[in-house]
């Protein structure tokens, strides 16, 4: 759903506040009007009278030494390597044994939380220019797609009522805090994040593992990513601080990079061109192809970093 400012209803809303404000002032009259005008002076006397110093002093400074920050334990590749230690994280013996046998980099980060976050990224920096023109799609498509899983496909909607049910949140993008062909910061991974209470975290992984691995790329999903991509697309075109900003990141990064393939005019020739080709009887499958393609390069272990910040000594693996 989008919705756009109704430039008559802002005409509307202009003229009824000009007919307010006149029939205030005929209301109040000059004599009103001073009164009003001597009650807003004497008001902003009293605020700008200064704080007493005496009042200041009452309010103690605590000693830094008091200070305390919130203990964090990380386990890395198996690895605790963290200098402060606590008793009950040492004992996690099957954490570090699971999380060691691991292909991919992977960081746990004990807190103290009833809710866990995972974060996951998908490196980009060595993917080929063909490749790396399907990211904003694949990023639009990949959590709202048909997944095979437990012998049966599931529909996007069972995928997406399903990661609703077990999570508080989920978002994925280019970088960290994405939006709209506007990739966010590191933008060389692709971030997938996850909020969810500890209960859950079986049922998340799970999905999400069925999701990169059996993610069923139809061209029925596809084209509905297209025309929201290529909506949005329009929409930034007629922004002016959007097309500054578009302008800007074409001139300053690399063709080979995300901030260059991910601007706005250069996704609206490569999406008329996808839609082209599923629409044609030689290349209908060609667009499906590009993103399994990427999807496979994206899963190699040396691309993939997972990092869980939750109450590890109650995470249950």
């Known amino acids: 759903m989008s919705t756009n400012p109704s430039e008559e209803l802002s005409q509307v809303l202009i003229k009824q506040d000009k007919e307010r404000v006149m029939e205030r002032q005929q209301r109040l009259g000059p004599t ?8 807003v002076n004497e ?13 200041v002093r009452k309010f103690k400074v605590p000693d830094i030494t008091d200070l305390q920050f919130i203990p964090v334990v990380t386990i890395r590749n198996g690895k605790i390597i963290t200098e402060t230690i606590l008793e009950e994280v040492k004992k996690l013996d099957y954490l570090k044994t699971n999380t060691s046998s691991l ?5 746990f980060d004990h807190v103290n939380s009833a809710f866990i976050q995972i974060n996951f990224f998908l490196d980009t920096s060595n993917l080929p220019l063909h490749l790396r023109m399907y990211l904003e799609l694949f990023a639009e498509l990949i959590l709202d797609i048909p997944v095979l899983r437990e012998d049966r496909l599931w529909s996007h ?31 060389q991974f692709v971030v997938f994040n996850f909020k969810c209470q500890s209960s859950a975290y079986d049922q998340v992984i799970k999905l999400f593992k069925d999701i990169l691995t059996s993610a069923q790329f139809n061209n029925d999903r596809i084209k509905v990513a297209i025309k929201k991509l290529q909506r949005r697309a329009k929409k930034s075109q007629r922004d002016p601080t959007k097309v500054l900003s578009t302008m800007v990141n074409i001139i300053s990064y690399s063709k080979s990079s995300n901030r260059y393939t991910s601007q706005s005019v250069v996704q609206m020739n490569f999406l008329q061109k996808q839609m082209k080709n599923i629409q044609s009887k030689n290349n209908k499958n060609k667009t499906s192809n590009g993103l399994s ?25």
């Open 157 to 187: 909607d069972d995928v997406v009522k399903y990661l609703d049910e077990i999570t508080v949140s989920w978002d994925n993008g280019i970088g960290i805090d994405s939006s709209g062909f506007k990739p966010g910061r590191f933008a």
């Open 103 to 107: 292909p991919f980099f992977n960081q």
């Open 43 to 55: 008001a902003k006397k009293k605020n700008d009278v200064p704080v007493p110093v005496d009042m």
């Open 293 to 317: 393609q990427l999807l496979k390069e994206l899963l190699k272990p040396q691309n993939i970093f997972l990092q869980v910040f939750t109450n590890i000594v109650d995470l249950k693996m």
């Open 32 to 39: 009103g009007l001073e009164k009003l005008h001597d009650k």
